[in-house]
């Protein structure tokens, strides 16, 4: 696609339910990452992707959070048992080339998720 | 990874240029110095990056410094659609980055 594409763009979700957002990059961008966004602060780095292997998780805030890429395309992140202290933007980004940072990232418009 | 010091806020008034600072002085031979904005409601939006020289492109420049210890990115004519977060990070390839809470810029008409 001409973008990265996020899905769902709004999520409200009972606090202990889990939830999956997904992430469709750029076609041929080979690195993949997941950011997360409180109201009113910067970015916090999640877990980045090449192709499909994660070798650094440890972005991840608990082990109630995980992601997973298929194909070298879409990625799925999921968040068990929801906490309210989840609640924000969650935006995914996709460049050229993990190795090169000779690339800019293209950013998703992210998914905002409401814990309630 | 290498941190970055910005300033919480500027303001310009409408069709001034705009100098937005970047401090890094921790930078490293093969980090380059990139800069994205956030408009509100939106996901970060590239502008701009480089190496050791100065870079032009269709929405900004950037000046980095002789010493690449501090960096400027310059809207030469401001306008209410600049209006934004801006962010100044420092990328080596193998990624682990994370934004700061950047420059809010208010654009006066």
């Known amino acids: 696609g001409a973008g990265v594409s996020q899905s769902p763009s709004n999520k409200v979700t009972e606090k202990g339910k889990d939830v999956e957002l997904r992430c469709d990059p750029i076609?041929?961008?080979?690195?993949l990452y997941w950011y997360r966004q409180s109201l009113g602060q910067g970015l916090e780095f999640l877990i980045y992707?090449?192709?499909?292997?994660?070798?650094?998780k440890s972005g991840l805030p608990s082990d109630r959070f995980s992601a997973e890429r298929t194909g070298g395309s879409v990625s799925t992140l999921t968040i068990q048992r929801t906490q309210q202290e989840d609640s924000a933007v969650y935006l995914c980004?996709?460049?050229?080339?993990?190795?090169?940072?000779?690339?800019?990232?293209?950013f998703g418009s992210g998914t905002r998720l409401t814990v309630v | 990874d290498a941190k970055t010091t910005q300033p919480n806020s500027m303001e310009s008034n409408e069709e001034e240029p705009v100098h937005l600072p970047c401090n890094h002085s921790?930078?490293?031979?093969?980090?380059?110095i990139h800069w994205y904005r956030q408009l509100p409601s939106q996901g970060p939006e590239y502008v701009i990056h480089?190496?050791?020289s100065n870079v032009n492109n269709r929405m900004a420049s950037l000046a980095i410094a002789e010493d690449r210890k501090s960096s400027t990115l310059i809207l030469h004519r401001a306008t209410l659609r600049d209006a934004a977060v801006y962010y100044c990070?420092?990328?080596?390839?193998?990624?682990?980055?994370?934004f700061g809470t950047g420059t809010k810029l208010q654009v006066i008409p």
């Open positions: 480089g190496l050791t």
């Open positions: 990070i420092l990328r080596d390839g193998y990624q682990k980055v994370t």
């Open positions: 076609s041929g961008h080979t690195a």
């Open positions: 992707f090449q192709g499909n292997s994660a070798p650094d």
């Open positions: 980004a996709s460049s050229l080339s993990l190795a090169s940072a000779n690339y800019g990232y293209t």
């Open positions: 921790t930078i490293s031979g093969t980090d380059y």
